[in-house]
């Protein structure tokens, strides 16, 4: 989860994410209805600002007008590149539409780590009530 995070048949990583991306890429597109990669570039943004800035331990979630919001930590927004990337992300022709940003600093500090971001809880329309 450090470098790569997926909702869905969506799957927002780095560049160089993994070992053999393109073949794997390949086969997950051929393998999954409607897959599709955003891959972050290598020239935008480095592999290193990318963990520093905990980009990819960010949630991306399902809107209900089938869109998806990319939920972050506060570092992506003071980091110019991550973030410029992000803001160009937001123009390109893909499912992410919306962008919200979070200070966990607080709650890694008292040990909840970056992946704090990542709890996720599915109720049903009642227990939403």
């Not at 919306?98 to 329309?125: H, I, Q, W, Y």
């Amino acid at each position: 989860d450090v470098i790569a995070v997926s909702n869905r048949q969506v799957l927002f990583c780095h560049q160089q994410a993994f070992a053999r991306q393109a073949q794997l890429l390949a086969n997950l597109r051929a393998r999954v209805n409607g897959f599709m990669a955003i891959e972050v570039p290598a020239t935008q943004v480095s592999v290193s600002d990318a963990v520093s800035t905990y980009l990819f331990n960010s949630q991306l979630l399902s809107r209900d007008d089938g869109s998806m919001m990319l939920v972050l930590p506060q570092e992506c927004r003071e980091h110019a590149g991550v973030w410029g990337y992000l803001n160009e992300l937001l123009a390109a022709d893909n499912p992410i539409s919306e962008l919200k940003v979070f200070d966990l600093r607080e709650s890694m500090a008292n040990g909840g780590g970056p992946a704090c971001l990542r709890l996720r809880v599915v109720l049903t329309e009642e227990e939403r009530r």
